[in-house]
T-cell receptor
Framework: TQLLEQSPQFLSIQEGENLTVYCNSS?????LQWYRQEPGEGPVLLVT?????EVKKLKRLTFQFGDARKDSSLHITAAQPGDTGLYLC???????????FGKGTKLSVIP | DAGVIQSPRHEVTEMGQEVTLRCKPI?????LFWYRQTMMRGLELLIY????????DSGMPEDRFSAKMPNASFSTLKIQPSEPRDSAVYFC?????????????FGEGSRLTVL
């Protein structure tokens, strides 16, 4: 079983601050996805990365896939209260249908 | 499209009772997943269907759990008999392609409480 460790588990910051959350594994993934989940709802896809070293930007969010495809990070610039939620990373091994999720980072952005 | 539809949204039952959770995937999606989410264990994959056929049910906790997909537009997850440790939010998700880079679309979940 491929495990994904996310850190920190909880993060509370002031509006306007920057933050980075991490997703690490000892296994190699062929692709990695980041989802955001709000209370009472299902996770929603933010981005998919497939190439080692790949960087993708989504407005104030920057996602990076590690060169060895074992880790990923999500950086948020100038966080806003609307960024509050549970951020989940999920990885798939080569040829595998299965998407393994980390436990997530619960982010609270205080106005 | 209405998205993935799950019912019921909330279920409170007593230990020993049968629970049936329902899911309608997005039309045209050929892959369906059942996940369970708890604070302690996060999102765990229970079972996966491709073209209505169960492919891997190794995540199903024990024989008390069963899942069916009689057609492309409907799936059920049944727990019989239910136990307090089954309390969790159960999510159904569907995907258009088998390819592992495809986006998973989740329903809003069914929150189960077993007393």
């Amino acid at each position: 079983t491929q495990l994904l460790e996310q850190s920190p588990q909880f993060l509370s910051i002031q509006e306007g601050e920057n933050l980075t959350v991490y997703c690490n594994s000892s296994s190699v993934f062929s692709s990695l996805q980041w989802y955001r989940q709000e209370p009472g709802e299902g996770p929603v896809l933010l981005v998919t990365v497939v190439t080692g070293g790949e960087v993708k930007k989504l407005k104030r969010l920057t996602f990076q896939f590690g060169d060895a495809r074992k880790d990923s990070s999500l950086h948020i610039t100038a966080a806003q209260p609307g960024d509050t939620g549970l951020y989940l990373c999920a990885g798939s091994g080569a040829g595998s249908y299965q998407l393994t999720f980390g436990k997530g980072t619960k982010l609270s952005v205080i106005p | 499209d209405a998205g993935v539809i799950q019912s019921p949204r909330h279920e409170v039952t007593e230990m020993g009772q049968e629970v049936t959770l329902r899911c309608k995937p997005i039309s045209g999606h050929n892959s369906l997943f059942w996940y369970r989410q708890t604070m302690m264990r996060g999102l765990e994959l229970l079972i996966y269907f491709n073209n209505n056929v169960p492919i891997d049910d190794s995540g199903m906790p024990e024989d008390r759990f069963s899942a069916k997909m009689p057609n492309a537009s409907f799936s059920t997850l049944k727990i019989q008999p239910s136990e307090p440790r089954d309390s969790a939010v159960y999510f159904c998700a569907s995907r258009y392609r088998v390819a592992n880079t495809g986006e998973l679309f989740f329903g809003e979940g069914s929150r189960l409480t077993v007393l």
